[in-house]
């Protein structure tokens, strides 16, 4: 979904709760109950959109249970399990806090070091299932490194200006170490 207008993961149905269709949905931003002002969300797999119908709070504040519209069985809420739901970017309001940001806005940014000096380029955000973490592509060249996206690793996120500052434990930004070749015997 590249283009002009990115594509903001909003949420990604998990698992079923329940026999009548509800699921557990986690949520990537800070506003659950704004999640079902937007109208239909789009599927990130380009499978349609999806309505939501009801929305309650789960057992953490990243997390709801909501019904979609037109599904109403467990079975149905399965066949989701992992699908992302979002919107284009034009859509979305405004940040208008300048430490307010959509994981988009971070991509291509430029990765500084506390010094000053340039360490790379922001090319995604991840998250596998535990925290954030900036995948950067290092200017040397070599593999990129994926940057815990936390306060203490990255206290400076200056979207308007274009760039992070990173401030990484010692070993973080190392390259990978080679393994020393098998002696012959």
Known sequence: MAGSDPFIILARIGAPNGVRGAARVKLFGDDPAGLSEYGPLRRADGKGHLAI???????????????FEG????EQVA???????GLPRSVLPDVDDEDDFYHADLIGLEVRLTDGARFGE?????????DDLLDVKPD???????????????????????????DPPDGLLDPPKKKPAEADG
């Open 140 to 166: 040397r060249g070599g593999p990129s490194v994926l940057v815990p996206f936390t306060k203490a690793i990255v206290p400076i996120v200056t979207v308007g200006d274009g760039y992070v500052v990173l």
């Open 122 to 130: 922001i090319m995604q955000v991840a998250n596998y299932g535990a």
């Open 53 to 67: 119908n009801s929305m309650r709070a789960g057992k953490t504040p990243d997390m709801v249970v909501a019904t």
């Open 71 to 74: 599904i109403t069985s467990r």
């Open 79 to 85: 066949e989701l399990n992992g699908v992302e739901l």
